[in-house]
């Protein structure tokens, strides 16, 4: 570090003026380094920064002019001064604009971030900016000496002459912090640290009881007060935070660091310093003085740094040093608290020299990755020298002509006091305390200099100036750069010229490698290899260091290790075959392509050891391993291992197969170049090498060529290749994946029957694909009917399976059943069950419909398990008959069994579907007489087991409600009485608790009209009937309409024993007789016809034994018997009276005599229920089928029910 001076002015001896008038108050520098102003007298002085030309005075004030600052752009400056005025001019010279306080001005400072200014006096304060109108002034309680603003420009710091420091915010001038400084000295000096990289804001103080201090913005103090030695008038921060620049009564600007540690003397003033000022971009430095005195220097920092090999020791901040490992980019720190002049390192060795001694530092440990330093000596002596080095024991100066060597006790030990001043020297290693130096003199002469030799040695002598020397690893080469930058190479025995390079600035030879060396010049990096051409390549900076692959470079006071993979030199020395050389070369560091370069040309070459060596580096394990059976044939020694062999092998291994070719085509082995471009799939390339006429190796290579189509996403080709071939396999599953029906059917019909897996694989491609007629005729030509009944099944080809079975009736059992399943899984189970009762399975159709059923009443579908439990019963019937056919009547009871308990269910279900939705759902297509009596049915016929699903509170529910609602009050309370036993869902529990308290105010029993009569006894029935549904008297069950549910006027009869259900059915049919002179008598008058029934008040039946007569004739019985009748009382009965259910055998028909022969009924022949005629007409016009069975208005009538 060294001040120039740039220039100087004396406003003294220029304007004549007495002294009090050239006294310089305030300089400030323009941003762009083009200008600077100076406050003096009542003028603004304006110069040219370069040069110190006087631009202008700027005669604006009326008093002394004490401060001046530019704004953050150097677009405008202000000044202020005694006149109690600020001026606010432009870059072209011209005030802009006044504004006045009421004392003198003390200090004007630019916001960094905006454009406010502060302007400070005595008694106030105000900031402007050019958006406002008017200057906002705040009153302060004492004299304003100075002021600065944060980085961020939020916040304003006030010195006062107190003592005190008042931090204020930019927006409405508000104290935030106020510091009470002890002692209450003047506070000169104030000013903010720039730099953005400080995490907080730091505030330099300086005050007039010579002490500088240092603050947070939350007024906290940082570290302790440094005593200055003198009053401070001045204080500015570098720009970029690192360094402060103080000046006052002691006539000077020193340098100090941003701890406040004094470094040395800037400018010499000769006065007091009160102002000072640094260009923002430059290192210059305007100062101006008491005695009126402006003066401009540049302060130039230079590289205080030490090299050895990976090590890089320099100096951070001035008083800092900072150890770098190079290439494990490893920093560490060593705080001097002082002016660090000098820095040499060696070794484990480090040497510090600050203003008035030297450190040495040593390293904890001998570990080479050890970055830990302390102190072991220290030399307590001030030392003036140019250069400095340090070695195991000792400490070497230069200074001009003269080298001294000290031991670390300060003690001098030699002095060589050589022809010439030294330029260059260098430590090139040794034992401990007989280290050898090389020293390079102005003279040219090239000293080897040992430390315990007084006697220096002369290697070289060059007519130019030494201006940088360096010495190859193995001590035989040297190479020089002189003033005229010339890099000279010579050979240290025979002092022979090698050979020049011009443009050189600096060099180094690379550590590891005694042939390689390095030198930049002019922007690029020359890389040098024996005697080989330069290569180069672009980089700024300085060579300093060249180690293995790693150049270390200065640039910019930074040094960097540039990673430079020795792929030139090495290539280089691979053109010369000189692998050995080239792979010491590339274990300095290349890229792994240069490894793989290397390793091949040596294998190429068949210099094995090399090849192994660099494909090891790279870890390819397959060259690894060619290169080890290379090995191991040579060492078998086995006839065919010639060269060209081996080169065949390795070109082939490499992929450069038509080299491959020619050398087994050379070796005579071109079997192996067929057998490899057949790998290859490079089929036309092997045809020229396929000698043999063998078949089977022609088939081999098309079979080769087809699997490669395969691979390559070829199908089309590979099939056709694969047929060529004979393999069908192959070419079936190619086209069975690509999906292509017409292939496989040109491969299948190309087949006979003895390709048995192969047509087996096309029909199951075939069925993949939906093509089933071809996979039948695949089986068919297997002549595997079980294969093709299978394949009609899949593909529900039914009709041809049914077509096969008549054929073959051994697979009706294999087709029938699947068929059946098919049917009940869509839905037609009518269908389903024919088939299973076809291929002989009853039971498997009985099975399917209980599954429904459970389903339907889970779901909660009553309708539905209503059908299925009737489908159910019919199928039981159906069994039933079946086992009375084998005659066994045990099962036929069982079966019967079934049947009337599905019956029942069936009929539970169908009545209870419509009170479940009468009371789900708000709406009812029934009148309530239906639904009271459905009611009532369900409630008589819950004595035995309830169904599943089915609710008794609905029942009772609906029945209450209904009884209540048409007179039958007994029966309503009994309903409520029995529901208030039961768990009432929530949303009935209401209703249900109001209708249970109002009906206790109804009569306690029912409307007449409501109770039924027994039609066979006239006996009048209770509602509520504790026998069920039947009559209480002669035990008849009553049987009801099977929508309304009323009681039917129906009394049941049997014929007499010996008379079938036909021949009754028959008898019934005839017309009923007629007696004499009785009945229609037909008259022909004429033209006129006419009728009359003679003597219409006979009675009907007053002749013989009538239906009538047998119901007088009834007794009561212990239990229920039918009216067994004749066959003359079978003939009198009308037709139209008679109902008859058909059941299907094992069971009887039923017959009923209908009472009331004006009331017309009708009966679904299909599940024989009964109807009015009118309600099932209507259903039958709503549904188009029963509402019971759903057999439709067209549909034919059920087998079952035959």
């Known amino acids: 570090m060294k001040p120039y001076p740039v220039w100087v002015e004396q406003i003294q001896d220029k304007d004549k003026a007495d002294e009090q008038d050239c006294i310089v108050y305030g300089v400030a520098a323009k941003p762009d380094g083009t200008k600077v102003i100076a406050a003096t007298s009542n003028f603004v002085r304006v110069y040219n920064a370069v040069n110190g030309e006087f631009i202008a005075p700027l005669k604006g004030h009326k008093d002394a002019v004490y401060c001046v600052c530019y704004n953050r752009d150097g677009s405008r400056f202000a000044s202020g001064g005694a006149d109690k005025t600020v001026i606010i001019w432009t870059d072209e010279l011209v005030g802009i604009l006044k504004y006045q306080h009421n004392e003198a001005i003390q200090s004007v400072c630019y916001n960094p971030v905006t454009s406010h200014l502060i302007s400070c006096t005595s008694i106030d304060f105000g900031i402007w900016s050019p958006e406002q109108k008017s200057v906002i002034k705040h009153k302060v309680s ?126 010499d003033m000769g006065s007091w310093a009160w102002c000072v000022d640094v260009f923002p971009s430059q290192n210059y430095i305007i100062a101006g003085s008491h005695d009126g005195s402006i003066k401009v220097t540049q302060l130039n920092f230079n590289t205080v740094h030490g090299l050895y090999k990976d090590r890089y020791a320099f100096r951070e901040n001035m008083t800092d040093v900072i150890i770098q490992n190079l290439l494990q980019d490893q920093k560490v720190k060593i705080k001097c608290r002082d002016w660090v002049k000098k820095v040499a390192i060696y070794k484990f060795r480090l040497a510090v020299q600050l203003p008035d001694k030297i450190i040495v530092y040593e390293l904890y440990s001998d570990d080479v990755s050890d970055m830990h330093y302390r102190v072991k000596d220290k030399i307590m002596q001030r030392f003036d020298c140019n250069l400095l080095v340090v070695t195991a024991h000792h400490i070497l100066l230069c200074k001009d002509h003269r080298l001294q060597a000290y031991a670390f006790s300060g003690a001098k030990e030699r002095e060589w006091v050589l022809e010439a001043n030294i330029r260059y020297i260098k430590v090139i290693g040794g034992p401990p305390g007989k280290e050898g130096l090389l020293v390079g ?161 040596a294998l190429e070459n068949l210099n094995l050891e090399v090849a192994k060596n660099a494909f090891t580096r790279v870890r390819e394990l397959r060259y690894l391993e060619f290169i080890s059976n290379i090995e191991e044939r040579k060492q078998s020694k086995a006839a065919e291992t010639t060269n060209n062999l081996i080169l065949a092998d390795y070109y082939a291994f490499k992929g450069e197969f038509q080299e491959a070719a020619k050398m087994y085509k050379k070796s005579g082995n071109e079997d192996k170049a067929m057998a490899m471009f057949s790998d290859l799939r490079q089929f036309e390339n092997a045809k020229d090498f396929l000698t043999s006429s063998d078949p089977k190796n022609i088939k081999g290579l098309i079979k080769r060529q087809a699997e490669w189509c395969k691979s390559t996403n070829d199908p089309g080709s590979a099939i056709d290749l694969f047929m060529a071939a004979s393999a069908f396999t192959e070419a079936i599953e190619i086209a069975g994946k690509q999906k292509w029906p017409d292939k496989l059917v040109e491969i299948m019909r190309q087949l006979d029957k003895s390709f048995v897996e192969e047509l087996r694989g096309c029909a199951l491609h075939f069925k993949e694909l939906g093509k089933y007629e071809f996979a039948a005729e695949s089986y068919q030509k297997l002549g595997e009917l079980s294969s093709l009944v299978e394949l009609y099944i899949e593909s529900h080809q039914w009709q041809e399976a049914f077509t096969l079975c008549e054929d073959h009736p051994e697979f009706k059992e294999s087709v029938y059943i699947p068929y059946a399943n098919f049917l009940a899984e869509n839905d037609k189970f009518d269908e389903a069950q024919e088939a299973y009762y076809i291929a002989g399975k009853p039971t498997e159709a009985v099975k399917v419909l209980e599954k429904l059923t459970h389903n339907a009443v889970a779901e909660r579908r009553f309708d539905d398990a209503s059908y299925y439990f009737w489908k159910l019963s019919m199928a039981y019937l159906k069994l039933a008959n079946q086992a009375q056919t084998r005659g066994s009547e045990e099962e036929v009871n069982q079966y019967l069994d079934k049947f009337q308990d599905y019956q029942h269910r069936a009929e539970m279900y169908y009545v209870y579907q419509t009170l479940h939705r009468y009371t789900e759902e708000p709406f009812t297509s029934h009148l309530p007489e239906a639904l009271f009596n459905m009611a009532r049915f369900l409630l008589h016929n819950l004595s035995q087991e309830i169904p599943y699903g089915v609710s008794k509170v609905s029942i009772l529910y609906a029945l209450a409600k209904q009884s209540k609602n048409m007179g039958a009050y007994k029966m309503a309370r009994h309903a409520f009485d029995k529901l208030q036993q039961l768990v009432i869902p929530r949303r009935f529990q209401q209703a249900i608790d109001l209708s249970s308290i109002t009906i206790r105010s109804k009569p306690f029993q029912d409307k007449e009209e409501l109770l039924p009569m027994c039609s066979k006894c006239s006996t009048t029935n209770p509602l509520l009937n504790q026998m069920g549904n039947q009559c209480i008297n002669c035990q008849q069950p009553f049987v009801h309409s099977f929508y309304a549910f009323e009681v039917l006027p129906l009394v049941e009869f049997i014929p007499e024993n010996g008379i079938s259900d036909l021949e009754a059915v028959k008898l019934i049919n005839q017309d009923p007789p007629t007696s004499g002179g009785k009945g229609w008598q037909e008259s022909n008058q004429g033209d006129v016809q006419t009728m009359s029934f003679e003597n219409p008040n006979a009675s009907r039946y007053e002749e013989g034994d009538t239906f009538e007569t047998r119901l007088q004739n009834w007794e009561s019985m212990t239990s229920y018997q039918p009216v067994e009748v004749g066959p003359e009382i079978l003939k009198k009965m009308p037709r139209s009276e008679v109902v008859v259910l058909k059941w299907g055998s094992p069971l009887r028909y039923q017959f009923y005599k209908n009472l009331m022969p004006d009331i017309i009924l009708d009966t679904c022949d299909s599940c024989n229920r009964i109807f009015y005629a009118d309600d099932l007409e209507l259903q039958y016009l709503q549904k188009q089928a029963c509402p019971f069975c759903r057999k439709s208005v067209a549909q034919p009538e059920a087998a079952v029910a035959e």
């Open 441 to 601: 003199l102005r003279s040219g002469q090239v000293l080897k200099i040992f430390v315990d030799n007084p006697f220096p040695m002369l290697i070289i002598k060059q007519p130019q100036c030494i201006r940088c020397i360096d010495i190859s690893m193995g001590r035989d080469k040297l190479a020089i750069i002189d003033e005229t930058q010339t890099c000279s190479v010579y050979d240290i025995k025979t002092k022979k010229l090698l050979f020049q390079e011009p443009n050189a600035t600096s060099l180094a030879w690379n550590t590891h490698n005694g042939d390689m060396m390095c030198f930049s010049s002019n922007g690029y990096l020359n890389i040098k290899a024996s005697n080989f051409p330069v290569h180069q390549r672009k980089m700024q900076g300085y060579v300093v260091g060249f180690s293995g692959s790693k150049i270390f470079c200065l640039q910019n006071l930074t040094m960097q290790a540039v990673d430079v993979p020795q792929s030139a030199p090495m290539n280089q020395y691979i053109e010369k075959k000189m692998f050995h050389t080239a792979y010491n070369v590339a274990c300095l560091g290349v890229t792994n392509n240069d490894w793989l370069n290397l390793a091949n040309e």
């Open 142 to 267: 004492n004299k304003i000496t100075t002021s600065s603003w944060t980085k961020d420009g939020q916040y304003a710091a006030l010195g006062f002459y107190s003592g005190q420091i008042s931090i204020r915010a930019l927006k409405g001038g508000e104290e935030r912090v106020k510091i009470d400084r002890p002692g209450g000295a003047p506070i000169w000096c104030i000013a903010w640290n720039p730099a953005k990289t400080e995490a907080v804001d730091i505030m330099a103080v300086a005050d007039w009881n010579q002490k500088l201090s240092f603050y947070q913005l939350n007024g906290r103090q940082v570290g302790k007060d440094r005593h200055l030695g003198y009053d401070p008038g001045c204080l500015r921060w570098y720009p970029g935070g690192e360094y402060l620049l103080i000046g006052g009564s002691n006539k000077e600007v020193g340098l100090y660091t941003k701890e406040g540690i004094y470094l040395t003397k800037i400018v």
